[in-house]
């Protein structure tokens, strides 16, 4: 790499006036030039707050000497006079790919995935590359330096995209004639990290965002083991980590749900990272203001989808639909916030929408002075570099534009860009604004010349009395070449160099027959100055957002409310009682009985109605952005608290199904999986409100089927068999055993992740919901339990538990099952309905789960099967899906019955609750009310509007001449345990 | 001597623990059976109480008040319902079996375009699988080859039987097509998004079927010696002898389908599927087409849909005065039990009961051509039927005490209910 360095920089030095003091010169003698260069007369942004008009601005050797309204000009300044223009500080963007070629993506090599690194000397991980530097691939690009010239920008730090830690980066000034010695302002400017693993490496963990996120907290534990010096081997990676401390941390997020995941991680280990955003933070605003980062946002608002085909149109969201609404706004909101953030190309397809995107925001909101903070003064403090960069006060680098006017209207030309005080001419500034008509007389007879278009790439077209002639124009540097052919099929040529004092065009004329002679035309009319009357669209009305913000959020979000519900059948957990009232206050069951006092609540009318506790799924997938962290066997240190999704549509439909908390689990695709979330289906709350007050604390694990990767093409993860899973238990505990005992002595350990979770299990504050199918698995799980000494909370599908219920029983574990699903795998082929009912009568506590989002909605109706199947009574089915899963995940204290004390997590049916043709009518949460049979119509018929109102908008924008995309469905899958 | 009581001991083991591969199929009808007291449920939107039933022969003979003098062997059926066996069309019962299990997997064949795939000889009558489905009065299904645009030649089939011969109550009953989608999956492994795009080859998609069909009808008309077995096995739907099943969703497909398919002159279409079709309900009717609509436990396929779309779809084509019957095509053989609950579910959205029935029995038939026979409660028809101690459509109450195919009291015990009682007793001490 040295010896690259050395060859460009000898290669520079012969070309450049830049040449370092102390290096040989053999091409000539050494030439120093110390003049000065002064632009006077400009209106300079010195900063966006600081702004003197009729200024000058003082630069020597690529820096500010002097910026002010009155400066000396020393004698030895070469005069710029910018009567009429402005200066802005050039810009800065933070988030740069420039001259760092991306990695090549791995191949895939068709086999087996890869668990293991395959560095050596690094990180156990290969997705953790902090000993990357930018520098060591960095080739500086001169066409696309000029592309980013052009739209304004002057420095940029670039890094390494990829990986999920990234190295350093290189802020580099776009300056061609400079060298490296000039350029390259920080080779190691700033460290990055994102969720995303590396394209160019096939270790298979992390799978998921929620691996991803785990990751990056152990990386922080495991630098600070090895900054303790406790690590015997050598690890480059913590090395580098260690080293990069002191930069500034840049986390690539991309999203608001992964701004405030990115944060989270920085609060844990005492780093404020600034955080690359998504552009949706509007959505947010609040949680994202309290985060206190600093952004990076990126103006790559979405183009509106292209809606003319109505059967097409129904694929795309409404969520999507408003996202386009809305986008544009972002910037506005974050401004309005308070929220202080820098712009970024990045995320723009093509870098040349920059400026109309930039324009929109402000048509939207942003204030163009807030704008030219983000591109300039917040971006230089961002890389800790404001003494260097980002404003034109003395002593900065001399990074500047000039424009014809305010940046940031319509029309305004960028004439040049200067970097380190070397010039790129966009616009030639000095050329004259020659649009108009002129009259020209040739021979007798007279012809018109219209100029038009744009200042300074005008047009022209040539008439005789109203017949247009073939006509040829250019005009560059303010020569003008013009070359005509009339209706006697002669050709006129004219060439001139444009007087800047004379109104009129003067030069050189060639006659068809060769002869030259000179003209001159005569200016008739200057061109109206005003902008061409286009039609444009109407502003697009920015809609209210909802909460969520998708289809079937709400205006509001629920609050508690108190209600009497009057003379319903109520299932109050043991027990039916008929013609009762409930009283809910301040969100808990305030009292059960006859003939109750509303007193201030509100009064329903339940006659005829059931009411009963919400009902509780013990095994649910809905709500989540990922459910399986499928690159190692034991993944116990991952939280599908860091994935919950709460704009999650099957949410809302859940909570029409009566559903008010589920367990978010992890997935099955290793024995031992990732811990739950507990949420209530709070519709309208960000994810971390949906959490279970003091939610006990669960973790997945599995065995059979999907843990021996028995049904698609794997064979290299140990365990492939029923034998080797039981060993990966024995393992994981005696290793977690040792661990806890080391460090309840007193000891010094490595902080891992992964043996604190395990340890937990092992000290009874945390519990297993393991999947399960055949008997001989789920003997084996308890039996390794007990030689650890704990139990088993809960087998979760447990298809063959009524084998060995009783066996079950004496454990006292739990058992929540399918009703009736069979025949998928060969591991259920024993699976029958009758197993909750057998699992029951040997006193196992027993719940019916969905384990999908389409049956999760309707599981009053599956808790009825056991009725069916085995005979179980309604009240003991009943509590299969309310009772038995609260006491299954330890939060019977709160939920599950309706009981005085208990949360009002209640729902009001219209039918018999087991039965086919019951439907929830309201179902409340904390006495709030998040589902409501009546006000579901409404948003019905609201969804339907908003869809339609906003197709027309797009409609409208596309017959305006706007770019579209094509139509498109944006959709998570739907998961299921094996959901990979 | 060892390896033999081995080998002896393993059959023995075998059997004992998966037990025998299904019940054994009921004798034909030898007497007379009379159901008294039920309440008759017709299949055909009407509903009789204290209804008495008499069927001899394997057809039912006798629909009557308490008058009816019994005969044979009487069933008191008071405060019981009698319901005509349901029947589950677009199934791949009996052509797999475990679905993770490639070796149990004869459900799709090779091909795009291959009518002349036949399920019935592939149709394993002794699935554990299809007997679970009689229990819950699923008594009728229709085989169904899975997969590729045509997907292959269906047979409709009575759950009774020793092997497909016995089984098949309507040999090679119609032909399966997939017809092309407008949108199509985004190949995310390719980096295109997770949800659906334009599929762009939906025209030339399109073509090839009709084009296909086109050129079997034309073969059919040529008489030409050589044979050419896929262009051959299409010539029941052009003779009007055969089905055509049609599965499409979007009201563009629907459209594009039912015009093309009418315009070749084929007479029996069916419209399976149907997300849309409340969009294009007045174009259905006059083109008389009816419709399986999809089963009602399953999610809106849009974020935008109201949460109860599927719920009411069924009652809304119904209103809208088509012929509409039940499937779940799309879903595991297993779950076709729950045909009765996919009816129920239309009920709570306010769809009458007895017409809820019809979804699943009378309309079915009509609609697969073997009304003459099934899908009614009706004298000179199958007695294919079954008692339920409860309301059948709801989980609630579906509790079957008997059941008859063709007149043949069958068993209601399946691999399932043999494991239950052997559990049961084992922890009872029995």
């Keep these: 790499m040295k010896k690259r360095f050395l060859t460009y920089a000898l290669l520079w030095a012969c070309a450049t006036v830049f040449a370092q003091d102390y290096f040989p010169k053999n091409d000539g003698v050494k030439a120093k030039n110390n003049n000065y260069t002064a632009f006077t007369n400009a209106k300079i942004f010195i900063t966006p707050s600081n702004v003197i008009e009729n200024g000058t601005l003082l630069i020597q050797n690529g820096k500010v000497v002097q910026v002010g309204a009155t400066v000396s000009i020393p004698k030895n300044s070469v005069v710029e006079d910018l009567q009429g223009k402005s200066i802005y500080p050039s810009f800065i963007d933070v988030f740069s790919g420039f001259g760092v070629k991306m990695p090549e993506k791995a191949k895939s090599t068709g086999r087996s995935a890869q668990y293991d690194a395959e560095r050596e000397g690094f990180y156990w991980n290969d997705h953790i590359m902090p000993e990357n530097m930018a520098i060591a691939k960095f080739d500086y690009d001169e066409k696309k330096a000029k592309e980013l010239r052009k739209l304004g920008f002057g420095v940029v730090n670039s890094h390494i995209q990829d990986g999920i830690a990234r190295g350093s980066g290189v802020l580099v000034a776009l300056n061609d004639e400079g060298d490296a010695s000039q350029r390259i302002l920080d080779d190691k400017s700033a460290q990055y990290f994102s969720f995303k693993k590396s394209i160019a490496k096939r270790q298979s963990y992390p799978t998921s965002l929620m691996g991803a996120t785990s990751l990056m907290r152990q990386l922080h534990h495991d630098m600070n083991w090895y900054a303790q010096g406790k690590v015997e081997t050598k690890d480059r990676s913590l090395e580098a980590l260690i080293a990069n401390k002191g930069l500034k941390q840049i986390f690539a997020a991309g999203d608001n749900g992964n701004v405030l995941r990115a944060d989270k991680i920085g609060d844990q280990f005492g780093v404020q990272y600034t955080i690359l955003a998504g552009g949706d933070e509007y959505e947010h605003i609040e949680d994202i203001k309290k985060t206190n980062a600093t952004l990076i946002v990126p103006i790559n608002f979405p183009k509106a989808y292209d809606v003319s085909n109505p059967y097409q149109a129904a694929y795309v969201t409404l969520k999507d639909m408003r996202h386009w609404n809305l986008a544009p706004t972002n910037p506005k909101v974050l401004e309005q916030s308070n929220i202080n953030f820098s712009l970024t190309l990045h995320g723009l397809k093509s870098s040349s929408d920059f400026k109309s995107k930039l324009m929109k925001a402000i048509s939207h909101g942003l204030s163009k002075s807030k704008a030219l903070e983000a591109l300039t003064t917040i971006p230089a403090a961002i890389l800790g570099k404001s003494n260097e960069i980002g404003s034109l006060q003395p002593g900065r680098q001399a990074n500047f534009l000039i424009t014809s006017g305010d940046l940031f209207e319509k029309g305004t030309i960028l004439y040049e860009n200067w970097v380190q005080g070397v010039r790129s001419t966009i616009n030639d500034r000095n050329q004259k604004d020659i649009r108009g008509d002129y009259s020209l007389a040739l021979g007798g007879k007279t012809y018109q010349i219209s100029i038009s278009g744009e200042p300074n790439k005008p047009k022209a077209s040539v008439k005789q009395d109203t017949l247009k002639l073939v006509s040829k124009f250019s005009f560059k540097s303010n020569w003008l070449n013009l070359a005509f052919t009339d209706s006697k099929g002669d050709s006129y040529r004219l060439v001139s160099l444009v007087d800047a004092q004379s109104n009129n065009l003067k030069g050189k004329l060639i006659m068809p027959n060769g002869n030259e002679s000179s003209f001159t035309a005569t200016k008739t009319d200057s061109i109206d100055q005003k902008s061409p009357v286009k039609a444009t669209s109407p502003l697009s009305k920015a809609l209210p957002l909802t909460f969520p913000n998708v289809g079937f959020g709400y205006a509001s979000k629920p609050r508690q409310e108190d209600i009497l519900f009057k003379n319903a059948t109520v299932w109050t957990g043991e027990t039916i009682l008929e013609n009762t009232d409930v009283l809910i206050k301040d969100g808990k069951v305030s009292k059960v009985g006859k003939d109750l006092n509303p007193g201030r609540a509100k009064v329903i009318d339940a006659t005829g109605k059931h009411l009963t506790a919400g009902v509780i799924d013990e095994h649910s997938h809905i709500a989540g952005l990922s459910i399986n962290e499928a690159g190692h066997n034991s993944t116990a240190e991952v939280r599908m608290t860091d994935v919950v999704d709460a704009k999650d549509i099957d949410i809302y439909r859940n909570l029409a199904g009566g559903v008010t908390t589920i367990q978010l689990l992890h997935g099955s695709a290793n024995p031992i999986g990732g811990q739950s979330a507990i949420i209530r289906l709070k519709w309208g709350e960000s994810a971390d409100g949906l959490i279970f007050p003091d939610m006990p604390k669960f973790i997945k694990f599995a065995l059979g089927e999907n843990v021996k990767q028995s049904n698609w093409q794997s064979f290299s993860r140990f365990p492939q068999t029923r034998m080797g899973v039981e060993q990966i238990f024995v393992d994981y505990f005696q290793r977690a055993k040792e661990y806890d005992a080391k460090k309840k002595s007193g000891q010094a350990v490595r902080y891992d992740e992964e043996m604190e979770v395990l340890a937990e299990i092992l000290n009874g504050e945390r519990f297993i919901s393991c999947h399960s199918y055949v008997q001989s698995e789920i003997n084996m799980l308890m039996k390794v339990a007990e030689k650890f000494d704990f139990k088993v909370n809960t087998f979760t599908h447990i298809l063959e538990g009524y084998k060995v219920a009783d066996k079950m029983a004496a454990h006292g574990v739990g058992g929540s099952t399918f009703s009736d699903w069979w025949a998928y795998k060969y591991e259920v082929n024993d699976a029958i309905p009758y197993n909750a009912a057998i699992m029951a009568s040997q006193g196992v506590t027993v719940a019916i789960n969905s384990d999908d989002a389409e049956m999760s909605r309707r599981l009053n109706q599956e808790a009825a099967k056991t009725v069916k199947y085995g005979g179980m009574s309604e009240i003991e089915a009943w509590k299969t899906v309310t009772l038995n899963p609260a006491k299954l995940l330890h939060i019977d204290d709160r939920v599950g019955s309706v009981e005085v004390g208990k949360d009002a997590d209640l729902v009001l049916w219209n039918n018999h609750p087991l039965s086919v043709y019951a439907k929830a009518e309201k179902t409340l949460i904390e006495g709030a009310v998040y589902f409501d049979l009546e006000k579901d119509k409404m948003l019905q018929a609201a969804v339907k509007k908003e869809r339609s109102q906003l197709i027309n908008m797009m409609l409208n924008e596309k017959e305006n001449g706007a770019k579209t995309q094509g139509p498109k469905q944006n959709k998570k899958p739907k998961f299921h345990c094996d959901s990979l | ?430």
């Excluded at chain 2, 009816?68 to 589950?88: E, N």
């Design chain 2, 1 to 430: 001597m060892k390896t033999i009581f081995n080998i002896i001991s393993t059959t023995v083991f075998l059997i004992s623990t998966l037990g025998f591969a299904q019940q054994t199929p009921a004798g034909a009808q030898t007497e007379a059976v009379t159901i008294q007291g039920a309440t008759a449920h017709i299949g055909d939107g009407t509903l009789r109480e204290n209804c008495t039933l008499v069927f001899e022969n394997g057809k039912i003979t006798t629909l009557g008040g308490p008058e009816v003098t019994a005969k044979g062997q009487v069933i008191d059926a008071s405060g019981k319902h009698i319901y005509p066996g349901f029947i589950a069309p677009g199934k791949s019962l009996g052509l797999i079996e475990v679905n993770a299990v490639r070796a149990s997997n004869d459900q799709d064949e090779i091909g795009n375009l291959i009518p002349h795939i036949r399920s019935i000889i592939a149709y394993n009558a002794e699935s554990k699988v299809v007997e679970s489905m009689r229990p819950n009065g699923v008594l009728l299904g229709q085989i169904t080859p899975k997969g590729g645009r045509i997907s292959g030649t269906s047979t409709i089939v009575q759950f009774d039987a020793w092997n497909w011969e016995d089984a098949a109550v309507k040999m090679d009953d119609g032909i399966h097509l997939n017809w092309p989608t407008t949108f199509r999956r985004g190949r995310w492994w390719l980096g295109e998004p997770r949800g659906f795009l334009p599929n762009k080859d939906y025209d030339k998609q399109k073509l090839e079927v009709v084009t296909f069909m086109q050129n079997a009808k034309a073969y059919g008309q040529s008489g030409t010696a050589e044979i050419n077995l896929p262009f051959a096995a299409m010539q029941g739907v052009f003779d009007g002898s055969q089905h055509l099943y049609v599965y499409a969703h979007g009201e563009k497909e629907i459209i594009d389908a039912i015009s093309q398919i009418k315009k070749m002159g084929v007479a029996n279409v069916v419209l399976v599927g149907g997300y849309h079709a409340h969009k294009v309900i007045d174009f259905l009717k006059e083109n008389d087409v009816p419709v399986l609509v999809n089963f009602t436990h399953s999610l809106p396929n849009f974020d935008d849909d109201d949460y109860d779309f599927t719920y009411k779809l069924p009652k809304i084509l119904v209103d809208a005065g088509l012929l509409v019957g039940l499937q779940n095509a799309s879903a595991s053989n297993f779950q076709t039990r729950n045909l009765p609950f996919y009816a129920g579910q239309v009920v709570a959205q306010g769809l009458e009961k007895e017409k809820a029935l019809q979804l699943i029995t009378g309309n079915t038939a009509k609609i697969l051509g073997i009304e003459a026979n099934y899908g009614t409660l009706e004298v000179g028809k199958s007695a294919t039927l079954f008692i339920s101690e409860g309301d059948a459509l709801d989980m609630r109450t579906n509790q079957l005490s008997r059941a008859f195919i063709d007149g043949r009291d069958i068993s209601l015990e399946t691999h399932q209910t043999e494991l239950w009682k052997r559990y049961m007793g084992k922890f009872e001490g029995k």
